[in-house]
Nanobody, 125 residues
Framework: QVQLVESGGGLAQAGGSLRLSCVASGRTFGSYAMGWFRQAPGKEREFVGGISKSGSNTKYADFVKGRFTISRDNGKNTVYLQMNSLKPEDTAVYYC??????????????????WGQGTQVTVSS
């Protein structure tokens, strides 16, 4: 019902920046809270940040606080992840996800209803 397409990944130097975008299909984008997750080789998928349906509230993993910012534009069906001060350990495939329910822990992958295909982020030193 909802398709998510990420873009904006690529190569960055340590200390550099990238901005990821996730565009959703359909006309109900504002009915979903959105999250960004990442997965590195050999590791489980982990929460990066989330944003409420209206964009009023955000939540971040401790390892990205002060460096990453999540935002959304409901008129464009798009959620963004601005990544600054990148570190090599940020290297991973980054996924966006959509969550309809108000309840539940937004940091838990199982709480999300739809997922994108992911975009690769590689940070070199």
């Amino acid at each position: 019902q909802v398709q998510l397409v990420e873009s904006g990944g690529g190569l960055a130097q340590a200390g550099g920046s990238l901005r990821l975008s996730c565009v959703a299909s359909g006309r109900t984008f504002g009915s979903y809270a959105m999250g960004w997750f990442r997965q590195a080789p050999g590791k489980e998928r982990e929460f990066v940040g989330g944003i409420s349906k209206s964009g009023s509230n955000t939540k971040y993993a401790d390892f990205v606080k002060g460096r990453f910012t999540i935002s959304r534009d409901n008129g464009k069906n798009t959620v963004y992840l601005q990544m600054n001060s990148l570190k090599p350990e940020d290297t991973a495939v980054y996924y966006c996800a959509a969550k309809r329910a108000y309840y539940g822990d937004s940091a838990v992958p199982d709480q999300y209803d739809y997922w994108g295909q992911g975009t690769q982020v590689t940070v070199s030193s």
